[in-house]
């Protein structure tokens, strides 16, 4: 049949607000949790990664947290900018072994700021 | 810039063809990892090379193939293509994927799009 695209989750703020954009991981056995960034004709740009080992790490104006009692990611931008509007990826690495560094991503957020 | 280099940027073939994306890593980077980013998959993790060494597979397909040289550049092969090939394909590079941080290193892309 004929294939359809992918109907991501939007997000919509007002510049200077926070924005709260979830993920939801599939791989229980993965370890380290990682946010990218993607503008439009960019390749995705690392923002901020986390352990299994931690609940919260901070960046510059980002924090990431992980539930893995639920299998939850978020990531919080503070003060956001319309510079921040891009497709953000949350992917994990399935766990260790032959596949670490293989990445899996989630399907994406689009986040749009208004000035 | 993310110091990882793709060509061609744009690519337009017909169908039946084959064709070869390259990809050069960021200085000191050792593995390389291909993504195949399409509308209705998103993006798909396809093959990873460690030093010139195949390290771990995705859902690639047989007609797709990489191999990464004693300069630690990278080929991805692409044959027998199909409509459904036309997508992004992104190279990404990482230091060792078993250091302390996954952190993959993205390039701009390769637009293939086949007719």
């Known amino acids: 049949g004929e294939s359809v695209g992918l109907h991501l989750p939007t997000l919509s703020v007002q510049e200077g607000d926070n924005s709260i954009i979830n993920c939801a991981y599939s791989n229980s056995a993965s370890d380290y949790f990682i946010w990218y960034k993607q503008e439009s004709g960019k390749g995705p740009q690392f923002i901020i990664d986390i352990r299994s080992n931690m609940d919260k790490r901070q960046g510059q104006r980002v924090t990431v947290l992980l539930n893995k009692t639920v299998k939850h990611l978020s990531l919080q931008i503070a003060a956001t900018q319309p510079g921040d509007s891009a497709v953000y990826f949350c992917?994990?690495?399935?766990?260790?072994?032959?596949?670490?560094?293989?990445?899996?991503f989630g399907q994406g957020t689009i986040l749009t700021v208004h000035p | 810039d993310s110091g990882v280099t793709q060509t061609p940027k744009h690519l337009i073939t017909a169908t039946g063809q084959r064709v070869t994306l390259r990809c050069s890593p960021r200085s000191g980077d050792l593995s390389v990892y291909w993504y195949q980013q399409s509308l209705d998959q998103g993006l798909q993790f396809l093959i990873q090379?460690?030093?010139?060494?195949?390290?771990a597979k995705g859902n690639i397909l047989e007609r797709f193939s990489a191999q990464q040289f004693p300069d630690l550049h990278s080929e991805l092969n692409l044959s027998s293509l199909e409509l459904g090939d036309s997508a992004l394909y992104f190279c990404?590079?990482?230091?060792?994927?078993?250091?302390?941080?996954?952190?993959?290193?993205f390039g701009p892309g390769t637009r293939l799009t086949v007719t």
């Open positions: 090379y460690y030093n010139g060494e195949e390290r």
């Open positions: 990404a590079s990482s230091v060792d994927p078993g250091s302390h941080t996954y952190e993959q290193y």
């Open positions: 992917a994990e690495n399935g766990g260790g072994g032959t596949s670490y560094g293989k990445l899996t």
